[in-house]
């Protein structure tokens, strides 16, 4: 705060104390008085302040350029983005090509959700600065924010493409991920490598590196890239996860158990883990070290976690434990009753425990819920079919 009055108690004196100067270049030094205290409140973020100092600069001299990039940048740190565009849009006219005053153009419309106007701005930012960087990071990820995964990847590669090589790893991964949502996995594989030369221990481009490869079918790319972010971050069970899916898919299902063992060890109340592991034994016609997986997966079952809850409900009702599946799947009803997918689930685990007058009811509930919420005809069929074998059964007996 001092500083910045001491800067308009100073040029005032230059102004009120100077005899013999003419109207106009009292305005111009207050003018300019008041512009060097709004930067002063700006650059100490008191964006209010600032915002006060720079509206009575542009009053008394509107065609100071600077005073008006500054008080969109002063309006962007108030959260005033309208009122930022428009003084960053004064500016260029001012001075067209003013490269800053672009890129806080691009900064006001993104931040107003006008994603297509801001990469156009953006795009004009790097026009006026073809070797920098900045604005096509920023094109990069609203690109990205618009789920327009190619074109992010192709901004972000351009970035790196500007920089040094110890700079160009950031956004060279940010191109990776993006080719990786965009499905061109070959491209994100190479990308990644090159990424991991200037960075070899960047755990987000191996696992990166990891998952492009298996959707490329190159699982043992994939194994050597988990292994070597499991090197990285030993803790992470996910990673461990992972990489004994990637053993269970190449046929390699002794590994792939004793990499799930080595992630109980780290985790051993993981429902997720032992979910994972009684699967690759049921998959594997292991059923009695199916059985015990499960079991440990039910014990440690939190109640929060409902997509955990439905695998492990529908593993429970593959390995034919009807009771206990059913008792999940009621679980899950209490809190997802428009479910259909569940309420079949459950119809279907009633019918294999006989019990005939709950099934009933469920089979009513579906013809409730009906095909906006997800019902098909084969369900009611069935539902019916089942009915009718039921009364069949009680009626010969």
Not at 339 to 354: E, H
């Amino acid at each position: 705060m001092f500083k910045s009055a001491f800067l308009v108690g100073v040029l005032g004196f230059l102004v009120l104390g100077c005899p013999g100067r003419s109207g106009g270049d009292d305005r111009e030094l207050e003018a300019r008085a008041r512009y060097l205290a709004g930067i002063a409140h700006l650059q100490d973020a008191r964006f209010g302040e600032a915002v006060l100092e720079l509206n009575e600069a542009v009053q008394l001299d509107p065609d100071r350029v600077e005073a008006h990039h500054s008080l969109g940048e002063s309006y962007l740190g108030l959260m005033r983005y309208t009122d930022a565009e428009a003084s960053f849009r004064r500016a260029l006219e001012l001075e067209p090509g003013k490269y800053l005053s672009q890129m806080g153009l691009g900064h006001a419309l993104r931040l107003q959700g006008r994603s297509d106007d801001a990469v156009a701005a953006y795009r004009e930012a790097a026009r006026l600065k073809p070797d920098h960087p900045g604005p096509r990071i920023s094109m990069g990820e609203v690109l990205e924010s618009m789920e327009d995964e190619a074109g992010a990847a192709e901004a972000f590669a351009e970035a790196a493409s500007l920089m040094e090589p110890e700079l160009a790893a950031r956004p060279l991964a940010r191109s990776g991920k993006a080719l990786a949502a965009a499905g061109r996995y070959d491209e994100a594989r190479t990308t990644y490598l090159e990424v991991l030369k200037l960075l070899p221990e960047d755990l987000d481009s191996w696992l990166g590196l990891a998952e492009a490869s298996v959707r490329s079918g190159m699982l043992d790319e994939a194994i050597e890239a988990y292994q070597a972010a499991s090197r990285l971050d030993p803790d992470d069970t996910i990673t461990l996860q992972l990489l004994a899916a990637s053993y269970e898919a190449k046929g390699d299902d002794a590994r792939a158990v004793e990499t799930y063992e080595d992630a109980l060890k780290k985790e051993p109340e993981s429902a997720r883990l032992w979910k994972g592991l009684a699967s690759l034994h049921l998959a594997g016609e292991r059923e009695d070290e199916a059985a015990k997986a499960a079991a440990e997966a039910l014990e440690h079952l939190g109640g929060d976690d409902v997509d955990l809850i439905r695998a492990v409900a529908d593993l429970l009702a593959k390995m034919g434990d009807a009771r206990r599946s059913a008792e999940l799947y009621r679980l899950l009803l209490l809190e997802m009753d428009d479910d259909a997918s569940l309420w079949i689930a459950l119809a279907r685990q009633l019918d294999k425990m006989g019990q005939s007058l709950e099934l009933q009811r469920i089979c009513a509930r579906l013809k409730e819920l009906g095909e906006r919420n997800g019902v098909t005809s084969r369900d009611l069929e069935w539902c019916n079919e089942r009915m009718r074998s039921k009364k069949q059964e009680s009626s010969s007996r």
